[in-house]
């Protein structure tokens, strides 16, 4: 292998890619880059065999070839060097690199050992927008709890249809819906899949300010995500994911379907006065609401005996019945948080029973939490 590159265009390619190397002390090959030439481009891989990212550049190449060597090293090396053409020479199992006053050799390991990663080409695909789609993955990719348990709830849920996509994510104490509306697609069928969380968040990193439409591939143990050039109809990057196994809990059934009592207050006064408020919650990060739908008001106290108490409220217009209840302070501030509206509707069933938050004017986005239950 021997090819030219733009030390700028090398830069971000490992930029991308080098996101998924892991640091295996037991299966060297993953710490590494694949580097291969195909026609004109230059194609850099890695995987850690959950997550693997492809990237392709158009480069000079005189002599094809692969090599795969330390992700880290090459990375922190390329950066490095100017702004100015690379030469990359495969010699055996080492790769040359020069840059203007530059000489470096790198050892290697062979490429045959690097890990094959799965093709999915073929049978139905979607296009979203780019930006638009990790803008929604957004909101509840940071609510999937770790469980060893119940693995399903591990990732995010997605429902892919013909005009929409449902993302949806529980830790079995809260739970965000989004619904990101598409324009008619050509799907042959539905098709619903639980994407593992750290996909969620390379897909959100990788493509989130990306400009352009990506593609949705789907098979039935993967995912791949494909953003194409723009001088060409060659892909840029390549993203492709394992699925989590398992079917998802049948989460509709625990989305309120009436409510007892409703106010809708201003988002940004709500979140500090919370805010306030956890400064003085207890280990149990309890936050108490009363909440007054006749007088407009919400009462807000938290307590804690080490270091006093907080009382504060906030006008609110409300409807139903009075109300007292507790919730976990971070759960309330992260859904206010993903909510951008000015105002904010927030729905309650009962002193023990699940409540929503949904922001004024959008029905796209709802956020369940579960309270503290009285104890």
């Known amino acids: 292998m021997k090819l030219l590159i733009l030390q700028e265009k090398l830069k971000e390619g490992l930029g991308i890619v080098e996101r998924v190397s892991p640091k295996s002390p037991s299966l060297t090959i993953l710490n590494n880059i694949l580097l291969k030439t195909e026609k004109n481009f230059l194609n850099l891989s890695t995987t ?53 006053n530059y000489r470096t050799v790198l050892k290697g390991l062979n490429p045959e050992d690097f890990p094959i990663i799965p093709q ?3 049978g139905d695909s979607i296009l979203v927008d780019s930006r638009s789609f990790c803008q929604s ?25 013909k005009d929409s996509i449902k993302m949806v994510a529980t830790d079995s104490f809260r739970l965000g819906e989004k619904t990101f509306y598409l324009p008619p697609t050509s799907l042959s069928k539905e098709y619903t899949l639980i994407l593992p969380q750290k996909a969620a968040r390379e897909i959100i990193n990788i493509f989130g300010e990306k400009e352009g439409e990506l593609r949705v591939y789907f098979s039935p143990n993967q995912i791949l995500f494909e953003l194409p050039m723009e001088e060409t ?6 993203l492709i994911s394992r699925l989590i196994e398992g079917e998802y809990p049948n989460y509709e059934e625990i989305l309120p379907k009436k409510f007892e009592t ?39 106290f938290s307590q804690n005996p080490d270091l006093g108490e907080y009382h504060s409220y906030l006008v ?21 948080l993903d909510i ?18 949904k922001p004024m004017g ?14």
Request: aromatic share 8%; proline share 6%.
């Open 120 to 122: 999915i080409s073929g």
């Open 262 to 300: 409703q106010v809708v207050f201003q988002r940004n006064e709500f979140l500090n006065q919370i805010k306030s408020a956890s400064l003085f919650s207890g280990k149990i990060n309890e936050v108490k609401l009363k909440i007054d739908p006749k007088s407009e008001k919400v009462e807000i």
């Open 48 to 100: 850690d065999l959950e997550l693997a990212i492809k990237w392709w550049s158009l480069a000079k190449i005189e002599r094809e070839g692969q090599i795969a060597v330390p992700a880290r090293l090459f990375s922190t090396l390329v950066n490095c060097l100017p702004n100015k053409q690379i030469l990359l020479e495969e010699k055996g199992l080492s790769l040359a690199i020069e840059c203007e």
């Open 316 to 336: 609110g217009k409300g409807k139903g019945k009075e109300l007292e209840i507790s919730f976990n302070h971070r759960f309330l501030v992260d859904g206010l």
């Open 233 to 238: 109809a060659h892909p840029q990057i390549q």
């Open 362 to 375: 959008d029905q796209s986005y709802i956020y369940v939490v579960m309270p503290i239950k009285a104890g």
């Open 340 to 357: 951008k509206s000015p105002e904010v509707v927030f729905e309650l069933t009962g002193p023990e029973g699940p409540a929503v938050f």
């Open 137 to 161: 993955l957004n909101l509840v990719v940071d609510i999937p709890a770790i469980s060893s348990a119940k693995p399903e709830i591990s990732g995010v849920y997605l429902v892919f249809q």
